[in-house]
């Protein structure tokens, strides 16, 4: 929960979603101010802090979706959990993240604002043939892309490409 993962963003953007509950996982040195901004405004926010790794495809698997609205990331590894688990993914349309996410195909991209979390958190989550769309893609290109033998070839063409 620090300022490049863009969760206070996430957590205003729930001011004007009523019926939408959003599980924080995570913790860092935001909670507190996170925690404010939920009781001021009675939002449906729940910190679920530090989950085990044998735990959390079970919380992903409970979403509906999944929304990384960072300002930057350099491998969206919580991204590809998610997308791997077969939960839709949405995410901030920046460098890191662009890169992978197909907007519409694998994912759903938007911006950092407030008001662009929500209008993505709107649309996807009102249209469940585009959840699942992105769910079943998602899934795709884990697999097809994030396979340990797919990362395996990739690195071998590169050390072969050095020598």
Do not use: W
Not at 75 to 80: D, I, Q, S, V
């Amino acid at each position: 929960l620090e300022e490049q993962k863009n969760v206070v963003s996430l957590v205003e953007a729930m001011r004007e979603l009523p019926g939408v509950k959003l599980s924080i996982i995570g913790e860092g040195s935001l909670r507190a101010r996170l925690e404010g901004i939920v009781s001021e405004y009675r939002l449906n926010v729940e910190f679920l802090g530090t989950v085990q790794h044998e735990e959390l495809p079970m919380c992903l698997n409970r979403s509906e979706a999944f929304i990384l609205p960072s300002h930057y990331e350099g491998n969206p590894k919580a991204l590809f959990e998610a997308m791997a688990c077969g939960v839709p993914v949405i995410a901030a349309r920046v460098p890191g993240i662009q890169e992978v996410v197909r907007h519409g195909d694998t994912g759903f991209l938007c911006g950092t604002s407030p008001s662009a979390i929500r209008t993505a958190l709107r649309d996807v989550l009102a249209n469940q043939p585009l959840r699942e769309r992105l769910a079943r893609r998602g899934v795709r290109y884990v697999r097809e892309r994030l396979s340990p033998s797919h990362i395996a070839r990739q690195e071998l063409a590169v050390l072969t490409a050095l020598s």
